[in-house]
T-cell receptor, first 115, second 109 residues
């Protein structure tokens, strides 16, 4: 079955550590996105990529980094520079970016907690 | 002003009630509009797209008002299973996808 997979589901990070969240899709979608969701707030865009080897900052990119070496994969690294990383992270993918309306498919999310 | 704004609620309604949510957007060049449903601690899932002419899917009706720059979602004959957070999504010209903060709905027996 086609879909988008995030791992791990739960992640605990110590202060000062970098951690990487995995996102893989087999939908053959060109575009992939990372969002962050805090309690009572909507999804905020961290980074997005429209094509392999290219990515753009979203609204809250500081303290995060990404790579897009393969079409299927878009890992997100939460660096020690991110001052408040505890949140629910959602990865999404979509097709037909910039041309027509594009439904986004989401992974099941990674809940990151700083301990 | 936020690019997309929703009333956070919560809306508490009895089963069988009709409830409506609005979502306003600030960019008049916005091209595509959607409603997503998000259950607690789960990922958002597409509920329905919103077309200029309005569209209906069973008990759900979505409307777009470009002149006043808002979209709406109407739920008729509410069910307990409709309890969730409803997110409006706006795609502006080119690419940018913007999510609203969501409106929480609780349907009570």
């Amino acid at each position: 079955d086609g879909g988008i997979t995030q791992s791990p589901k739960y992640l605990f990070r110590k202060e000062g550590q970098n951690v990487t969240l995995s996102c893989e899709q087999n939908l053959n979608h060109d575009a992939m996105y990372w969002y962050r969701q805090d309690p009572g707030q909507g999804l905020r865009l961290i980074y997005y990529s429209q094509i392999v080897n290219d990515f753009q900052k979203g609204d809250i990119a500081e303290g995060y980094s990404v790579s897009r070496e393969k079409k299927e994969s878009f890992p997100l690294t939460v660096t020690s520079a991110q001052k408040n990383p505890t949140a629910f992270y959602l990865c999404a993918s979509s097709d037909q970016v910039g041309r027509t309306l594009a439904e986004a498919f989401f992974g099941q999310g990674t809940r990151l907690t700083v301990v | 002003r936020k690019e997309v704004e929703q009333d956070p609620g919560p809306f508490n309604v009895p089963e069988g009630a009709t409830v409506a949510f609005n979502c306003t957007y600030s960019n008049s060049a916005s091209q595509s509009f959607f409603w997503y449903r998000q259950d607690c601690r789960k990922e958002p899932k597409l509920l329905m797209s919103v077309y200029s002419s309005g569209n209906e899917d069973g008990r759900f009706t979505a409307q777009l008002n470009r002149a006043s720059q808002y979209i709406s979602l109407l739920i008729r004959d509410s069910k307990l299973s409709d309890s969730a957070t409803y997110l409006c999504v706006v795609i502006t010209g080119g690419f940018k996808t913007i999510f609203g903060a969501g409106t929480r709905l609780f349907v009570k027996a």
